[in-house]
């Protein structure tokens, strides 16, 4: 039990450490029975490349040979005239006199005139032969010896695989054997005159004895493509490369004999090497994970999230494909966006170009392409690089919006452009956007994103770490307790900060008291919500079961965030319904200021627009000001005004506030238990029945019955000046003023009031003489039930 709760109680990203060390360490034993398996066919790609230097030593020898001894029949009538035995003319003149007049008199005498001339002509023939030699050995020299050269260099075999690599400029995996360990897999590149050569294999030349470096690859045939002898780092003009490509051409039919050895070599080969880019993404995952504890403490971002974009991050560094192209960090402000990109480089390793709005627009048309020009050029010289673009809803408004301009499409335009066309390659540039709109962002931009990341408000857990370090930073020597956890629920770091630094710029004397930080909690949330004063449900009469829920209600809503880890969720709205004057709004406002939430109060001259599709935008503005409040009670009264049942007679501007409505209650953009929907109506029989469904709760807020007309008045009576028995008085008016709303009592008591101070200032003007009497009630009653008539 105990080792299953400290499981359940470790932290996302420590599980996932756990499970990539567990993977690793799988993946390093696997690797060895694959690079095992693998190394059973090495020996026999050995036993080809040595037989294939063999024929290559013979063959080179045979054709050395005979360019030799054509040079040799070519230099025949040079060597005639014994011109190849000298230069020297003397020389030559006493050769020739030698042999054809010196040695046929000399041998005469012994062995008579005939042979003597045969002896002379043998001798001739022996120095032309001899001169033949000696020319053709001088004319071949040369060729003689690069083809001895050709014959001594190694050879290996090499084989490319079907899909293009993920290196820029290198689009070819090869494996190549023999070779060292570390050269076994190559990216390799080839002119495109040789066209695509994907499954390709090859025989490899390596120049001067030298195993890594390549002199020239033969290709060999396959699918009806011929043999090619393709240069790697041979000099072409230098060489004899014409003898060259016809030897290698000549031994194509027999380097094919053993070419099977590489290729059965290589499909063991290409997963052994998957297994050990597996292991690499693996370890770089590991150290990533290890690092997050110390480089990102002071980052307020859920793990998951943070762990989705560092795994992209990653797959950018690595080059491996696909590679994306661009993350889009989107939510509330102050929730640290610019930080995290930051952080991001500075995990990459790369470098980084901030830019906003201002850096990219320019100030006359046909100017903001060159500055977006500039940008990516400069990304690209520095590559890799990340581009972060701050608010880049202003930047990239959609086009032909009411949001963009001229500059803004030519911006847009280019932006697109410069991605596209020259980012095509891996590991170039990575787009990071932040955004607290991205609904007006550019659709064009929008897909290019490879993720689009919610960098939403912190949670407990973060807020507690942000509070510790902001306490830590500002020496406030508090406890960050649960209460002051729960209440900072939706605020974002940066309001945190702020939080701190009011407390310690409103306390100079460094005297710091928990309840000073609850106020300023709820005033920092209260910024830009509907001003609600503090009420309490003393202040609402309502019979009690119906008191109980709301008092529960406010409970949840205050603990939304620790009921979902409980997996229970929140109600996303109630319909509050009954009579006009009921004490609906009240009800909201003392809702929203006894569960300590954010409050905004929404009429529906707010909702609904003057033109077309302005009305659903601002529905979405209203809950995204809701969200950056959040937790928050959005309270739309009289909402059958502008919620109407759709396919009637309703206008097309209900039907753009339906929809989006629906949109913002099914959770498309809005986060459980973080923006609640109090809705009131006096006719919900006129509201849109799938708006209707959404509201998980009705609850009916009917007229008051005698009970609650007496409280109504005893509460309102009770803060005037009166010269009667309140309760008495009370208990009269109410039954007689059966079928009056909270509204209809408090005008009763208004006008009353009215007819006391007229009454007051008649007889003088003294403000302290003002009663209010049983009679201005009895009065105010008659006309009450004569405006009823």
């Known amino acids: 039990m105990d080792n299953n709760s400290s499981a359940e109680q470790e932290s996302y990203l420590g599980q996932q450490l756990n499970q990539a060390k567990s993977e690793l360490s799988e993946a390093r034993e696997s690797l060895q029975k694959i690079k095992a398996e693998t190394f059973e066919y090495y020996p026999a790609v050995e036993a080809a490349a040595h037989k294939a230097e063999l024929i290559l030593q013979n063959y080179t020898a045979i054709k050395a040979n005979a360019v030799r001894e054509k040079a040799r029949k070519d230099s025949l009538l040079n060597a005639l005239t014994l011109k190849p035995l000298s230069q020297n003319g003397i020389i030559l003149a006493l050769l020739w006199g030698c042999i054809f007049l010196l040695i046929p008199f000399f041998a005469k005498a012994l062995i008579g005139s005939f042979l003597s001339y045969i002896l002379a002509i043998t001798v001739y023939v022996f120095l032309v032969r001899k001169g033949m030699q000696k020319e053709g050995d001088r004319k071949s020299k040369s060729e003689v010896e690069s083809i001895h050269l050709l014959g001594q260099c190694k050879l290996s075999y090499m084989h490319f695989g079907d899909k293009e690599s993920s290196e820029k400029g290198y689009p070819y995996k090869a494996i190549c054997a023999p070779a060292s360990e570390k050269n076994i897999s190559k990216n390799w590149r080839i002119s495109d005159k040789s066209g695509k050569v994907f499954g390709a294999d090859f025989v490899v030349f390596h120049g001067l004895n030298q195993a890594d470096n390549e002199f020239a690859i033969l290709l060999m045939p396959k699918d009806g493509q011929p043999a090619q002898f393709i240069d790697i780092n041979a000099n072409t003009e230098a060489w004899n490369w014409p003898i060259y490509k016809q030897i290698a051409l000549d031994l194509v039919p027999e380097f094919s004999q053993d070419i099977s050895a590489v290729q059965v070599f290589s499909e063991h080969a290409e997963a052994w090497v998957r297994a050990y880019e597996y292991i690499a993404s693996l370890e770089q995952r590991f150290k990533t994970l290890s690092d997050v504890t110390q480089n990102w403490s002071d980052v307020a971002i859920e793990e998951e999230t943070l762990d989705r974009v560092l795994k992209l ?205 609850i106020e300023q909690v709820r005033k920092i949330r209260g910024k830009g919500s509907t001003q609600v004063r503090s009420l309490t449900w003393d202040d609402v009469v309502l019979p009690s079961e119906t008191l109980m829920e709301f008092q529960n209600l406010g409970k949840e809503l205050k603990n939304a965030e620790k009921l979902a880890k409980l997996g229970i969720s929140t109600p996303k709205g109630i319909l509050l319904y009954g009579p006009p004057g009921t004490g609906k709004t009240q009800i909201a406002r003392v809702l929203a200021s006894q569960s300590g939430l954010s409050f905004i109060a929404a009429a529906t001259s707010d909702l609904k627009a003057n033109f077309t599709g302005q009305s659903g935008s601002k529905v979405k503005q209203l809950f995204e000001q809701a969200r950056s409040q959040a937790p928050c009670i959005v309270f739309i009264d009289e909402i059958d005004i502008v919620a109407g049942a759709r396919g009637g007679k309703n206008d ?138």
């Open 313 to 517: 991050v990653d797959l950018f560094v690595s080059g491996r494909k696909p590679s994306p192209k661009g993350i889009l960090l989107y939510g509330p402000p102050g929730t640290g966006k610019t930080l995290i990109a930051r952080k991001l480089a500075k995990h990459a390793n790369c470098h980084f170009e901030a830019v906003n709005i201002s850096d990219l627009k320019a100030g006359y048309i046909g100017q903001t392409a060159p500055k977006v020009k500039e940008l990516w050029e400069r990304c690209r010289e520095n590559a890799p690089t990340l581009l972060f673009v701050d608010e880049c809803e202003s930047a990239f408004a959609k086009r032909g919006g009411t949001d963009n301009d001229a500059f803004g499409n030519e911006l847009v335009q280019t932006f697109l452009s410069e991605w596209d066309g020259f980012n095509q390659a891996s590991g170039k540039v990575l787009v990071i956007a932040a955004t607290n709109r991205h609904d007006i962002i550019d659709n064009a931009i929008l897909s290019r994103f490879t993720a689009s990341v919610e960098i939403g408000l912190p949670n407990d857990q973060a807020r507690k770490r942000i509070l510790e370090n902001e306490f830590k930073e500002a020496e406030i020597a508090l406890e960050v307790t649960e209460d002051l956890v729960t209440e900072t629920t939706g605020m974002s770091g940066r309001d945190i900060h702020t939080l701190v630094a009011t407390i310690v710029a409103e306390n100079i004397n460094r005297e710091f008291k928990p309840e000073n930080l």
């Open 652 to 789: 097309n501007f209900t039907q753009e506030i339906v929809g989006q409505m629906l949109q913002e209650l099914d959770g498309v953009a809005t986060k459980e238990g973080q923006v609640f929907l109090l809705a009131a109506s006096n006719h919900p029989e006129n509201i849109d029945g799938a708006l209707m469904s959404r509201l998980e709760r009705k609850i009916e807020i009917g007229l008051p019955d005698l009970d609650a007309r007496v409280k109504i008045l005893v509460g309102m009576l009770a803060k005037k000046p009166t010269d009667f028995d309140i309760n008495a008085v009370a208990q009269e008016i109410a039954e007689n003023s059966q079928g009056y709303s909270g509204r209809d009592l408090n005008s009763l008591v208004t006008r009353a009031t009215r007819r006391a101070v007229s009454r007051a200032m008649q007889s003088g003007d003294d403000i302290e003489s003002i009663k209010l009497n049983r009679s201005d009630l009895e009065k105010s009653l008659d006309i009450g039930v004569l405006n009823e008539a």
